[in-house]
């Protein structure tokens, strides 16, 4: 069973958005994965990492859409993404030391992370952009 699944409340309604916030899931899975699996720190770190760089590609695809469309909220949005980044490059760091208890507190800011980044915060250009769509 993954630790943490999809769930059709977090479609913002860009079919492309929807995959890569699908892969984000993916990856947090497979981090879980590895460190359930008891996965000694250097593999949990390119996990870790597959999973900064993913995001990193993800953020720059949102925020481009966001900006071609105008979406009013994009700096606050874009402030929110490097938040995010820069706390999970800190968990990072902290498995490359082999820190113990990571495993809880990541898996468990991820989980929340991502679902209250996408109900609350992604959720809020859903409509912009079906705005923007539609005329």
């Not at 916030?21 to 994965?33: E, K």
């Not at 990492?49 to 949005?77: M, P, Q, V």
Request: glycine content about 6%; cysteine-free.
């Amino acid at each position: 069973m993954p630790f943490t699944e999809w769930k059709n409340e977090y479609s913002v309604g860009v079919p492309e958005i929807d995959a890569q916030h699908r892969r984000l899931l993916d990856i947090i899975n497979q981090l879980h994965h590895a460190m359930k699996m008891g996965g000694k720190p250097t593999a949990i770190v390119e996990v870790i990492n597959e999973l900064i760089g993913y995001t990193r590609y993800h953020f720059a695809y949102e925020e481009r859409i966001l900006e071609d469309s105008g979406y009013a909220d994009l700096e606050e949005h874009r402030r929110k993404h490097r938040a995010m980044v820069a706390q999970v490059e800190t968990f990072r760091d902290s498995a490359a030391e082999g820190k113990a208890t990571l495993s809880l507190k990541l898996m468990g800011f991820l989980r929340d992370w991502l679902s209250k980044h996408i109900l609350e915060t992604d959720k809020q250009y859903s409509d912009h952009l079906a705005d923007r769509r539609a005329a």
